[in-house]
């Protein structure tokens, strides 16, 4: 059974940093195999892209609302993907979830790419 588990919200103070984590275990295919993505959902919003990198981690993508703040990672040695979160900022208040795109070509933002989904982590930056 595919999962996908976030850990490392919280409630923090605006300029606070944070480091999410997505442990990803039951994949039928190496960890490698999977663009890893990160997506938020904000009160009353839909969901959103945040942050993408491809399997190797040789490349990256980032929403505009988030770049220069927002940095992801991953080891694939240890079936793990991580959103390094800098200088947050109210807005950046919701839901955080990873989700895993299975052998795609490149990082899509698209919500309806992803075959797989964690179950969130909580975000809430006071002001």
């Known amino acids: 059974q595919v999962r996908l588990r976030e850990s490392g919200g919280g409630l923090v103070q605006a300029g606070d940093s944070l480091r999410l984590s997505c442990a990803a275990s039951?994949?039928?295919?190496?960890?490698?195999?999977?663009?890893m993505g990160w997506f938020r959902r904000a009160p009353g919003k839909e969901r959103e892209f945040v942050a993408g990198?491809?399997?190797?981690?040789?490349?990256?993508d980032f929403a505009d609302s988030v770049k220069g703040r927002f940095t992801i990672s991953r080891d694939n040695a240890k079936n793990t993907a991580y959103l390094q979160i800098n200088s947050l900022k109210p807005e950046d208040t919701a839901v955080y979830y990873c989700?895993?795109?299975?052998?795609?070509?490149?990082?899509?933002?698209?919500?309806?790419?992803?075959?797989?989904w964690g179950q969130g982590t909580q975000v809430t930056v006071s002001s």
């Open positions: 990198i491809s399997r190797n981690g040789g490349s990256t």
């Open positions: 989700a895993a795109d299975q052998f795609a070509a490149r990082i899509r933002i698209m919500t309806s790419a992803y075959d797989y």
């Open positions: 039951g994949f039928t295919f190496s960890f490698s195999s999977y663009v």
